[in-house]
């Protein structure tokens, strides 16, 4: 029974989330959230000024295994989705690649995926290190628009 318990964490533990080591190909994107496509954070910033919303950012690595749970079983949640898509801007960061690594410094992102909510001006209101279900995720949202306020 014992090594049950201790094999249960180990398993927990792994998935919560991946510290930063490796480097590996692409992870996928397709998903329900409008993750924007492009390679500038500034650029994001700036839509997120015009349309008057926060930026939700993932960011991630392609060999990360929380990362891939949270593209099949959260950002595919159709409720989520569209209260995501409605109150912010999301974008996908690929902690290895294009401007990825940059902005894994700048934010100080060491563990995957790490989920952050910023304002227009690039400021982290919340952010989140691990895996997040739709439950917590709708309070990391909500508590990052409540300090927007």
Not at 42 to 51: G, M
Request: glycine share 4%.
């Amino acid at each position: 029974m014992k090594n049950i318990a201790i094999i249960l964490l180990s398993i927990t533990i792994a998935f919560s989330s991946c510290k930063s080591s490796k480097k590996g190909s692409s992870a996928s994107t397709s998903s329900k959230f409008n993750f924007e496509k492009s390679s500038s954070l500034a650029t994001v910033l700036e839509k997120a000024k015009q349309e008057d919303k926060l930026v939700f950012v993932d960011f991630y690595t392609s060999w990360c295994m929380p990362c891939k749970m949270m593209d099949a079983d959260v950002f595919s949640d159709k409720d989520l989705a569209r209260f995501f898509n409605k109150e912010f801007i999301n974008y996908k960061v690929n902690c290895e690649k294009g401007n990825g690594p940059t902005l894994a410094t700048v934010y100080e992102v060491r563990n995957y995926p790490t989920l952050m909510f910023l304002d227009q001006e690039g400021n982290v209101l919340v952010k989140h290190i691990g895996a997040a279900y739709p439950t917590k995720m709708n309070e990391l949202a909500e508590n990052a628009l409540a300090k927007a306020r």
